[in-house]
Every structure is written in structure tokens, then in C-alpha cells.
């Protein structure tokens, strides 16, 4: 009998190959990635650092080479470019030494003192550091030029107190360091400063201008002028004008009180004219009596607020006693507000 799953030996043979194929596709990518062996970032870490190591050693010993010559330039480029890559204490120390040799004398001392710096406690280096220590002492002890001039010339010379011989324009041999020069010539006031000379193989030169004489007394009596009146400003004080403010604004308001009432008396008047009537009348009376005193609150207000706001201020104890007790031209002594049948009004006393 036939089978239908009965397969041909043939295809059986093709299908075994199909399927190690594929098998074999599928775990390649792992094979590979088996077969390789695992990155050693250490490794790769220690190389770099042995590069750069020997890239410094390299400018080293081509510093010295050239240093031996006397190319001091040479040799800082070379120096310079070792401690660039390792910043150790041995490079700074022939950095040093190049500037030193070149005559820089600023440079030398910033790298000497940035050598001893970071060799102190070093005891392979322990006598590069004492050396560097004696070298810094010296060149900060060496005398320099200085070159001293004035406007106008001829001026003496005093350093430290010390008269110098000669007059300006001069230059002069200063230890580096502070030190107070003054300068005299008849007719300018004399002139005194501190200076500060800096270590250093080049001359220095200083400039002054003299002021003719008095000039320093007249200023030193301005400032004394301006000093007392300070004080004395002080002492008196400034005017208050917040009283004069607060004056006027009751001059103002009696003013708009009185007109508004003197309106209102107006229209009641006219209303009692057209039909009499006792409260008629007693409004009127009422409203003027108002608009009256206001009216006369406001003129006073007005007057005294703007003699408060005039006052510059007690200069002397007669002024301040007229500061407190102002003038006016006139106040009212009495006023009598009225009202009638007839009309109304007010009368008033005044005093000049």
C-alpha cells in the first residue's frame, strides 16, 4: 500500500542540507563574535599614557641639548612643550632657568616661585628647591636703575629721606621694594609719593608734574571750606516745607468750600426772594456763614503757606524766630457773616 507521507530519500537529503544551512547562517554572527577576543580598555589606557610620556621626555632631553648650547629660547619652546603634557616640577625648573638666562626677570621669578611651590616637601628635589629659594632672594635684592624726571626740571631729589645728589632729570640705583621719593624747587610746592620699584634688568622711568607753590594750600583750604559749610548745613538743617504744603492745602480747600457754599447761598437768596419762608431764610444764613469762614480760613492759609514755602531757613536766631512766627501783609481780626430779607454778606475787621 502507498503512504501519502512516504518522502523520497533524495528529498530527505535536500532538506537535511536546507536546514544546516540555515543553521549555520543564523549562529555565524555569534561564532564571530565568540571567536574574538574580549577589549582591554586598560591596556589601551597604559599605551596612550606611554605615548605622551615619551612624547614628553622627548621635548625634555631636547630642552637640555639645546639649554647646553646656550639657545635659551630654544629650550623654553622645548620645556614648555614637555610640561604642557606632564606639568611636572623638573620642567618648571628648567623654565626657570631659560627665562633666567634670557634676562627675564618677571618671568623668572613667577616660574621660580611656581617651582618652589610645587617641590616643597620633595626630597629628590630638595636642592633645586634651595637653589631656586637663593636664586628668587637675589634677583629681589638686586639694585636697579631708575630714571627720575619732572615738569618742570631741576627739582632735588629725596629717597627715603635721603637727599640725592643732583637734580632731575637723573636716574638712580634703588634696591626693588617700596620707597617714598620727594621732590622739591623753589616756587612749586614740594611733591611727595610712594613708589613701588619692581625686580628687573631694565631701567624704569618715573614722571612727576609740580604744582606751583600755594597750590597745595588753596586746595587743602577749599576742602576746609566746603568741610564747615557741611557741617554748618548740617547744623542748621534744611527747611521743612512739609508745614508750608499742608498750609496751602487748607488755603485750597477753604477757598473751593467757601465758593461752593457762596453758590448755594446765592441760590437759596434768590429762592427766598421768589417765595419767603423762615427756612428759606435760615438757609441762606446757614450757607453764608459757611462760605464766610471758609473764605477767610482759605485767604489766611493761603497767605502763611506761601511765606512757609518762601522761608529759606533760620541763617540766625532772628530769622528763625520770624520763621516761626510769619508776617502777612493783613489777617483778619473779626468777621461777622450776616444774612436778611434784603441780602447777605459778611463783615470784617482787619489790622495792617
Known amino acids: 500500500m502507498y503512504e501519502r507521507n512516504h518522502m ?21 554572527p555569534y561564532a564571530a563574535a565568540q571567536a574574538q577576543p574580549p577589549a582591554a580598555p586598560a591596556a589601551q589606557e597604559d599605551a596612550a599614557k606611554t605615548e605622551t610620556r615619551d612624547k614628553a ?29 606632564i606639568p611636572t616640577a623638573q620642567a618648571m625648573y628648567q623654565i626657570a632657568r631659560c627665562y633666567d638666562g634670557m634676562g627675564d626677570v618677571p618671568n623668572t621669578l613667577k616660574s621660580y616661585d611656581q617651582f618652589i611651590s610645587m617641590s616643597q616637601g620633595n626630597q629628590v628635589l630638595a636642592a633645586d628647591h634651595d637653589a631656586a629659594k637663593a636664586r628668587v632672594a637675589a634677583l629681589r635684592a638686586e639694585p636697579v636703575n631708575v630714571a627720575f624726571s619732572s615738569e618742570p626740571a631741576a627739582a632735588q631729589i629725596e629717597i627715603d629721606g635721603q637727599v640725592q645728589e643732583g637734580a632731575t632729570p637723573a636716574t638712580l640705583t634703588l634696591v626693588p621694594g617700596k620707597h617714598t621719593i620727594k621732590l622739591t624747587l623753589a616756587g612749586y610746592d614740594p611733591f611727595e609719593q610712594e613708589i613701588t620699584v619692581e625686580p628687573a634688568k631694565a631701567d624704569q622711568a618715573l614722571s612727576f608734574t609740580l604744582a606751583p607753590e600755594g597750590t597745595a594750600a588753596a586746595a587743602a583750604a577749599a576742602e576746609a571750606e566746603a568741610a564747615r ?29 467757601g465758593a461752593v457754599f457762596g453758590v448755594l447761598a446765592l ?36 497767605i502763611t503757606g506761601v511765606v512757609l514755602l518762601l522761608d529759606k531757613g533760620p541763617a540766625t536766631e532772628q530769622a528763625a524766630t520770624k520763621a516761626t512766627t510769619p508776617r502777612t501783609m493783613f489777617a483778619p481780626t473779626q468777621l461777622t457773616p450776616y444774612a436778611g430779607p434784603s441780602g447777605a454778606g459778611a463783615a470784617a475787621t482787619w489790622r495792617f
Open 57 to 85: 621626555r622627548a621635548h625634555f632631553e631636547a630642552g637640555k641639548t639645546k639649554a647646553t648650547a646656550n639657545d635659551y629660547a630654544g629650550a623654553l619652546a622645548e620645556y614648555q612643550a614637555a610640561y604642557a603634557l
Open 8 to 28: 523520497h530519500p533524495g528529498h530527505r537529503m535536500i532538506a537535511a542540507v536546507l536546514s544546516g544551512l540555515m543553521a549555520t547562517t543564523a549562529l555565524a
Open 267 to 302: 441760590t437759596s437768596k434768590s429762592s427766598y426772594n421768589d417765595e419767603p419762608s423762615g427756612d428759606k431764610a435760615d438757609k441762606t444764613d446757614r450757607n453764608a456763614l459757611i462760605c464766610d469762614v471758609a473764605l477767610g480760613i482759605g485767604i489766611v492759609a493761603g
Open 229 to 257: 559749610k557741611a557741617a554748618q548745613g548740617e547744623e542748621q538743617g534744611t527747611p521743612n516745607r512739609l508745614p508750608a504744603y499742608i498750609t496751602l492745602g487748607v488755603a485750597g480747600a477753604g477757598l473751593i468750600t
